[in-house]
């Protein structure tokens, strides 16, 4: 008598169950909001169940040459004076596959943001130096100029570190705080910021275009997404990178970097003055006051030029990439605002 009462309980709930699913489905069938709401639920379980997989490695991606633009292309291995120079396919693969896994969770990303201290001065560092430009750097040689200061997680008093301008993160907390926690993805940790220097660009924007830049071999590389772990080669050019001359010039800093800004000229002054002295061409901005951009025009209202014979040869910018002025153009229109990547590799 007991197991028949069981039965018949467990049959009740059995079918309660299912009466309530029923109604759910109801529900979501008659209110799309519901619908989108429980579809949305059900991307994110399996974003999450595809993270806790193996991370992808260089030797998952698959790269191929599948040129959009054609002028001045180099081969993957080229002679430069009495050496070799290449693009270096193997850095390039390794930092693809962080791409890759790094966007393999749900996220909200955020941007690090202080060009020209617009933001506010970081203030001073826990550990820092003056270095040979004169200004001050933490202890892995990031400027205090430009970046945004970066606390230890419950220590808001000092901060550690300086975070690069236009450093990829992911937002941990919420960015209606003063204070907001961030994930490296540019760098490595969990850290604290105050909310005016971390820009929130939301959790659906995606990361399929990729500018590498390559300061030991003076090139430029644009790889595209086409699918799972499967990324195009778009062109491959020389390049000019920055150049360690102080108190100007400065190298082109390594590092994963989001296109912020876009100026179809992009005019600079004369070395130590406020006089304009001329314009680069379809500039498009990464970090602090590094552009890729066009062959240099010494003159405001000069014509663009097409090509230099210093590409591809030595660093001799001021922490910008140059390029021949239609791959510039390229890049200018390919490489959408916070929706693509500049990784500069030595």
Same mark, same amino acid.
């Given at each position: 008598?007991?197991?028949?009462l069981?039965?018949?309980?467990?049959?009740?709930?059995?079918?309660?169950?299912?009466?309530?699913?029923?109604k759910?489905?109801?529900?979501?069938?008659?209110?799309p909001?519901e619908?989108r709401?429980?579809? +949305?639920?059900? *991307?994110?379980?399996?974003?999450?169940e /595809?993270?806790?997989?193996?991370?992808? $490695?260089? !030797?998952?991606? #698959?790269?191929?040459?599948?040129?959009?633009?054609?002028?001045?292309?180099l081969?993957?291995?080229?002679?430069?004076?009495?050496?070799?120079?290449?693009?270096?396919?193997?850095?390039?693969?390794?930092?693809?596959?962080?791409?890759?896994?790094?966007?393999?969770?749900?996220?909200?990303?955020?941007?690090?943001?202080?060009?020209?201290?617009?933001?506010?001065?970081?203030?001073?560092v826990?550990?820092?130096?003056?270095?040979?430009?004169?200004r001050?750097?933490?202890s892995?040689?990031?400027e205090?100029?430009?970046s945004?200061?970066?606390?230890?997680?419950?220590e808001?008093?000092?901060?550690?570190?300086?975070?690069?301008?236009?450093?990829?993160?992911?937002?941990? +907390?919420?960015? *209606?705080?003063?204070?907001?926690?961030? /994930?490296?993805?540019?760098?490595?940790? $969990?850290? !604290?910021?105050? #909310?005016?220097?971390?820009?929130n660009?939301?959790?659906?924007?995606?990361?399929?275009?990729?500018?590498?830049?390559?300061?030991?071999?003076?090139?430029?590389?644009?790889?595209?997404?086409?699918?799972?772990?499967?990324?195009?080669?778009?062109s491959?050019?020389?390049?000019?990178?920055?150049?360690?001359?102080?108190?100007?010039?400065?190298?082109?800093?390594t590092?994963?970097?989001?296109?912020?800004?876009?100026?179809?000229?992009?005019?600079?002054?004369?070395?130590?003055?406020?006089?304009?002295?001329?314009?680069?061409p379809?500039?498009?901005?990464?970090?602090?006051?590094?552009?890729?951009?066009?062959?240099?025009?010494?003159?405001?209202?000069?014509?663009?030029?097409?090509?230099?014979?210093?590409?591809?040869?030595?660093?001799?910018?001021?922490?910008?990439?140059?390029?021949?002025?239609?791959?510039?153009?390229?890049?200018f229109?390919?490489?959408?605002?916070?929706?693509?990547?500049?990784?500069?590799?030595?």
């Open positions: 008598m007991k197991l028949y069981k039965l018949i309980v467990l049959s009740c709930c059995l079918a309660a169950i299912s009466c309530n699913q029923n759910n489905d109801k529900q979501a069938a008659a209110d909001a619908q709401r429980q579809d +949305s639920l059900e *991307t994110i379980k399996k974003a999450e /595809e993270a806790k997989k193996k991370p992808k $490695t260089a !030797e998952d991606i #698959k790269l191929s040459k599948e040129l959009s633009f054609e002028k001045h292309t081969e993957d291995t080229y002679p430069y004076k009495d050496t070799t120079r290449a693009f270096q396919l193997d850095k390039i693969k390794e930092r693809l596959a962080l791409v890759e896994n790094f966007q393999r969770a749900p996220a909200t990303y955020a941007i690090l943001q202080n060009h020209k201290n617009k933001n506010k001065e970081a203030p001073l826990k550990n820092y130096h003056r270095n040979e430009y004169t001050i750097s933490d892995l040689g990031n205090r100029y430009q945004a200061p970066l606390y230890a997680i419950g808001t008093k000092t901060p550690s570190i300086y975070g690069r301008d236009g450093s990829l993160v992911k937002l941990r +907390s919420s960015d *209606t705080l003063d204070m907001v926690q961030v /994930e490296g993805v540019s760098f490595e940790g $969990t850290w !604290e910021a105050p #909310k005016r220097y971390v820009k660009i939301g959790d659906s924007v995606t990361f399929h275009h990729v500018v590498f830049v390559d300061v030991t071999n003076q090139n430029i590389m644009t790889v595209e997404r086409t699918g799972d772990c499967e990324w195009a080669i778009r491959m050019n020389p390049a000019t990178t920055g150049r360690h001359k102080p108190p100007y010039a400065q190298e082109t800093p590092g994963l970097y989001v296109v912020q800004e876009k100026k179809t000229k992009m005019y600079y002054y004369k070395d130590g003055t406020t006089s304009i002295e001329g314009y680069a379809y500039a498009s901005r990464f970090t602090n006051g590094a552009y890729v951009h066009g062959v240099p025009v010494n003159n405001p209202k000069g014509a663009i030029i097409e090509y230099s014979w210093s590409l591809g040869t030595t660093p001799r910018s001021h922490m910008c990439v140059r390029n021949a002025s239609s791959h510039a153009k390229f890049v229109d390919w490489a959408k605002t916070y929706n693509a990547l500049v990784i500069v590799i030595e």
